[in-house]
């Protein structure tokens, strides 16, 4: 479903660990998925993407995986610094859903000094 | 190159009254959609502009209407304000390389709105 409860899933990892988080997505003929980053009173910022035709995608200390099989998306972060911690959004897209991205329900990452 | 920018930051309106929120697009973008994001929750799709015509539009009622103007730039305008409208209100702009569809959105700040 779309965005439902309130109760955040939450992360803690000390600084310098590799971050780890999930998301599962909801329509199978989701092509484009995007990760966001939102801190607290901002609007989401845009981390990495990734088309349904790769597997895996690799930017600045960040990679996504995707398994369409299980309809399953990671965000690893690496060398997790204190600077990470905000709420990570996983949000889907497909063509025939008129621009809507569809958005998980979001993991608060904290990091620990 | 100017990121997404909206207006204004903050909004305190009462119950029954209308409201008008602004958004300036990234340079070089034509498409803008609108979220509505409750306490706690992830973003909810309100609607779609390409080139000034709605493209697509969410699980939103009629008083929840837009508008794209020839500049890309867009208004949100929400009619007859209920408590629940009470949010912080998105928009993102991307460059419209499918229609519109499967592209990159780049969120501004957003406009908090609180309904009393």
Known sequence: GENVGLH???????????SIINCAYSNSASDYFIWYKQESGKGPQFIIDIRSNMDKRQGQRVTVLLNKTVKHLSLQIAATQP???AVYFCAEDAYNQGGKLIFGQGTELSVKP | ETGVTQSPTHLIKTRGQQVTLRCSSQSGHNTVSWYQQALGQGPQFIFQYYREEENGRGNFPPRFSGLQFPNYSS?????????????LYLCASSPGLAGGYTDTQYFGPGTRLTVL
């Open chain 1, 8 to 18: 955040l899933p939450t992360l803690s990892v000390q600084e310098g660990d590799n």
């Open chain 1, 83 to 85: 600077g990470d911690s």
């Open chain 2, 75 to 87: 208004e949100l305008n929400v009619n007859a304000l209920e408590l629940d409208d009470s949010a």
